[in-house]
């Protein structure tokens, strides 16, 4: 018997990004001109917004005050989150609405944690970790299940399920007062704690680069390209032989995973959990994040939650109360202006007159 093979014409073989990119190299063909061969590749397109963004995060904390740096810092810690919904919604074709879940899950166990005296933060995260993964395993054989609209509001269901149990559960998670008092952690042990925002966030940075350049890798890979092709043909994966259902399931555990990482980075920077941080409210915000960076874009997902934070809590500044009429003008102005996200932009050279060289 032989093992079952993902189909291998053009559309069932590459992501988006793939697509795109030989449509850029077809298009810049034409001119032929170095520079627009050049922008089309993959590497430049990818590598030159990853180091303006890496950039711009090694020196911000010379830039900005207390208040900025934490900022930064929630930024990172909900992009990780975004990153985990990019997974689910570009990746595997089911967007959720409850994804948040999972990371209100991470955040309570690294309050647990912390509060009992285990302050060391690599332990805190591999904590917070696996019992989001757990959490996402058990959820995830009613979720995985349906698909579209139901797949949504079930997740909506699940998400909204476990704000209630963490509001309730007054002697573990402190209620709806939410569990406060929470010690600073130390990255490694022997290592200092971190006492200050701007030590906060270094060590908030280095996780986020280290847990997203993993999921990259991993998107990057065949496995990657296994969810797309269940993606856009389930029907003929399944006549192929692949467990479609298996292998959504096993995304819905990673992404949960990722999401409990980010969620135990949120609490690190807050010293605070309540169930409000596993609200519908934040997980439309990271689902909104994946829509403006992009849905197949782990960059895009980082950079789509930095502009949800600096609209909500910095330009709403000047408009108290209101955050939420400049997030839908942002999301209506996206959509229109770049539907494909901000990783779907495309800068080509101009041609030359005259013919080509």
Known sequence: MTAPTVPTDSADSTDPG?????????????????????????RVRVGVPAAVLA???????SSFDGYGISLLSKALALGVLAVSVSILAGYSGLPTMGQAA???????????????????????????????AVFAAATGLVAIRTRGVAFLMTTLALGELTVTAAGEWRSMTGGTDGMY???????????????????VYWYVLAATAVIVAIAWRVLRSPVGKLLLACRDHEARMRSAGHPVTRYQWLAYVAAGALAGFGGVLMCTVNQYVSPDDGSFSNSAMVLL?????????????????????ATRDWLAGPFPGHGPLLLGLMFI?????????????????????????
């Open 55 to 61: 950039a711009f995060l090694l020196i911000a904390p």
């Open 289 to 309: 994040a994946v829509v403006l960076g992009g849905a197949t874009s782990p960059l895009g997902a980082l950079l789509g939650a930095g502009l949800i934070v």
């Open 102 to 132: 999972p990371f209100l899950v991470g955040a309570y166990t690294a309050g647990v944690l912390g509060t009992h005296g285990h302050t060391i933060g690599v332990v805190q995260l591999l904590c917070g970790t696996l019992v989001a």
């Open 181 to 199: 008092g929470i010690p600073p952690v130390q990255p490694l042990p022997g290592m200092a704690t971190l006492d200050s925002d701007r030590n």
């Open 333 to 357: 102005i996206a959509v229109y202006a770049f539907p494909d996200g901000v990783a779907g932009i495309r800068f080509r050279a101009p041609k030359r007159r005259g013919g080509s060289t």
């Open 18 to 42: 793939d697509s795109q990119t030989s449509d850029a190299t077809v298009s810049s063909s034409g001119s032929g001109s170095p520079a627009a061969t050049l922008l089309a590749s993959p």
